[in-house]
């Protein structure tokens, strides 16, 4: 990929604990370009939301870091720098939370949360900003915005409180926005609304979109590349179309072998499941952290470092098994 918005190589991370030295990140590398959605999958704990808060320079107190390339627009990120930091937040990139519940101060009104961003970094006069409010949450699908600007976040639903969220985010027009498993706590309905208002808004505004979810139905739903994380690292990164077809990291296909497939799952019938659960990622181990849940594991795969294949130029994963064994034996 060619003049990547976001580039990363090489990132590590480890946080000091009582137990000893964590190592959330294991040599992260991502790139996306301007206008592309990329999607980070895996199970819980294996570093998704870990690399967006490196990205925005919101590591925990106790964390360490270092990494061959960080950049962002061509320049390195400023990531130990606080101020230069809140300079770029909110403004070039901008984060959706989890739980915008937590994520909003329930003392501030809806209106003071908007308009306090644009005017810190574009120097918005009050009428300026408040217009801009008004119509992001129009945008979004609030009803009666105006009004809506002097109430609380309690006030909102689940669903209205995720799109005041993304209104939030967008209201000083950055560059990349990053969603961090943003229709966990909504029902169906008001997922399937926050995704095609998510991709809406990145098709006419040309945001590029970092996609953290452990869901691989909305990964084919709305990414055009993805990066699949275990404990800690990516261990395949793939167009979406190549990654569901041709799966090359038995992580990768045993994922997939999960999902209920319309018209083929009879109801009632059990899934299938990956045995076993992530490993500890506190003091030192080799070799691939799945083999030990892993229905291929040889002798090769306790080699350290594991070796990056390629299928294609686009198309990357670390295993030291052919990717044509993986359909002779079951995830």
Same mark, same amino acid.
């Given at each position: 990929?060619?003049?990547?918005?976001?580039?990363?190589?090489?990132?590590?991370?480890?946080?000091?604990?009582?137990?000893?030295?964590?190592?959330?990140?294991?040599?992260?590398?991502?790139?996306?370009?301007?206008?592309?959605?990329?999607?980070?999958?895996?199970?819980?704990?294996?570093?998704?939301?870990?690399?967006?808060?490196?990205?925005?320079?919101?590591?925990?107190?106790?964390?360490?870091?270092? +990494?061959?390339?960080?950049?962002?627009?061509?320049?390195?990120?400023?990531?130990?720098?606080?101020?230069?930091?809140?300079?770029?937040?909110?403004?070039?990139?901008?984060?959706?939370?989890?739980?915008?519940?937590?994520?909003?101060?329930?003392?501030?009104?809806?209106?003071?949360?908007?308009?306090?961003?644009?005017? @810190?970094?574009?120097?918005?006069?009050?009428?300026? +900003?408040?217009?801009?409010?008004?119509?992001?949450?129009?945008?979004?699908?609030?009803?009666?915005?105006?009004?809506?600007?002097?109430?609380?976040?309690?006030?909102?639903?689940?669903?209205?409180?995720?799109?005041?969220?993304?209104?939030?985010?967008?209201?000083?027009?950055?560059?990349?926005?990053?969603?961090?498993?943003?229709?966990? +706590?909504?029902?169906?309905?008001?997922?399937?609304?926050?995704?095609?208002?998510?991709?809406?808004? @990145?098709?006419?505004?040309?945001?590029?979109?970092?996609?953290?979810?452990?869901?691989?139905?909305?990964?084919?739903?709305?990414?055009?590349?993805?990066?699949?994380?275990?404990?800690?690292?990516?261990?395949?990164?793939?167009?979406? @179309?190549?990654?569901?077809?041709?799966?090359?990291?038995?992580?990768?296909?045993?994922?997939?072998?999960?999902?209920?497939?319309?018209?083929?799952?009879?109801?009632?019938?059990?899934?299938?499941?990956?045995?076993?659960?992530?490993?500890?990622?506190?003091?030192?181990?080799?070799?691939?952290?799945?083999?030990?849940?892993?229905?291929?594991?040889?002798?090769?795969?306790?080699?350290?470092?594991?070796?990056?294949?390629?299928?294609? +130029?686009?198309?990357?994963?670390?295993?030291?098994?052919?990717?044509?064994?993986?359909?002779?034996?079951?995830?």
């Amino acid at each position: 990929m060619t003049d990547a918005l976001l580039d990363i190589a090489g990132l590590d991370v480890t946080i000091r604990t009582d137990a000893g030295e964590l190592h959330a990140l294991r040599g992260v590398d991502l790139r996306i370009a301007a206008g592309e959605t990329l999607g980070v999958v895996g199970e819980s704990g294996c570093g998704k939301s870990m690399t967006a808060l490196a990205i925005m320079g919101l590591l925990p107190r106790r964390a360490r870091w270092r +990494a061959e390339r960080l950049s962002f627009e061509g320049r390195p990120l400023p990531v130990d720098d606080q101020r230069a930091m809140a300079d770029l937040r909110g403004a070039r990139i901008a984060m959706i939370f989890q739980d915008p519940m937590t994520s909003l101060n329930p003392t501030l009104t809806i209106g003071t949360q908007l308009v306090e961003g644009i005017r @810190r970094h574009d120097g918005a006069s009050a009428t300026t +900003a408040r217009m801009r409010a008004i119509e992001l949450l129009a945008r979004v699908g609030i009803a009666d915005p105006g009004a809506r600007l002097g109430q609380y976040a309690h006030q909102f639903s689940g669903g209205q409180r995720q799109r005041v969220m993304i209104a939030s985010a967008l209201m000083c027009r950055p560059r990349l926005l990053i969603a961090d498993e943003p229709t966990t +706590a909504l029902d169906v309905t008001i997922q399937a609304q926050i995704l095609d208002l998510l991709g809406e808004l @990145r098709r006419e505004l040309g945001l590029a979109l970092l996609l953290i979810t452990h869901d691989l139905g909305i990964v084919a739903r709305m990414a055009d590349r993805v990066a699949v994380m275990y404990a800690g690292e990516i261990v395949e990164e793939a167009p979406v @179309r190549a990654a569901f077809t041709r799966p090359s990291h038995p992580y990768t296909r045993a994922l997939i072998a999960a999902l209920p497939i319309p018209g083929r799952t009879r109801p009632g019938s059990r899934l299938a499941a990956i045995a076993g659960r992530v490993p500890e990622l506190i003091g030192g181990f080799a070799g691939c952290a799945f083999r030990e849940r892993c229905a291929l594991a040889a002798e090769g795969c306790a080699r350290d470092p594991v070796p990056l294949q390629r299928r294609d +130029a686009t198309h990357a994963y670390r295993c030291v098994i052919a990717p044509e064994r993986h359909a002779s034996v079951s995830a």
